[in-house]
């Protein structure tokens, strides 16, 4: 599975970005997809998920209430819209993927997802 990743970079504290990751080529029939980022010195943490075949999200505690993520599954495409930016958002943002399990939650670990795109930076300037 190929990702593409668009939209990052470097707005004011209080502004908003948006995200896009779209799979393109082979893509399984059922899947999550998300974002997870990694800051400078910092492990890489899960951001937010969400179901092609449900309307199930997972969005990470730091974020709840700022961040939303939707989906085209038409496009197979994810969306990340980010509204009142912290200056620790800033990180690099990478967009993921697996095969869907109907039987588990949405996955938080990085070791549950096997496909990865390349990170967009996202900078918040104080």
């Known amino acids: 599975v190929q990702l593409q990743a668009f939209g990052g970079g470097l707005v004011q504290a209080g502004g908003s970005l948006r995200l896009s990751c779209a799979a393109q080529g082979y893509i399984y029939d059922s899947w999550i997809m998300g974002w997870f980022r990694q800051a400078p010195g910092k492990e890489r943490e899960f951001v937010a998920a969400?179901?092609?075949?449900?309307?199930?999200?997972r969005v990470a505690d730091s974020v709840k209430g700022r961040f939303t993520i939707s989906k085209d599954n038409a496009k197979n495409t994810v969306y990340l819209q980010m509204d009142s930016l912290k200056p620790e958002d800033t990180a690099v943002y990478y967009c993921?993927?697996?095969?869907?399990?109907?039987?588990?939650?949405?996955?938080?670990?990085?070791?549950?997802?096997?496909?990865w795109g390349q990170g967009t930076q996202v900078t918040v300037s104080s």
């Open positions: 993921m993927v697996k095969r869907e399990n109907l039987m588990r939650p949405i996955p938080t670990t990085v070791t549950d997802y096997t496909d």
């Open positions: 969400i179901r092609r075949t449900r309307t199930g999200t």
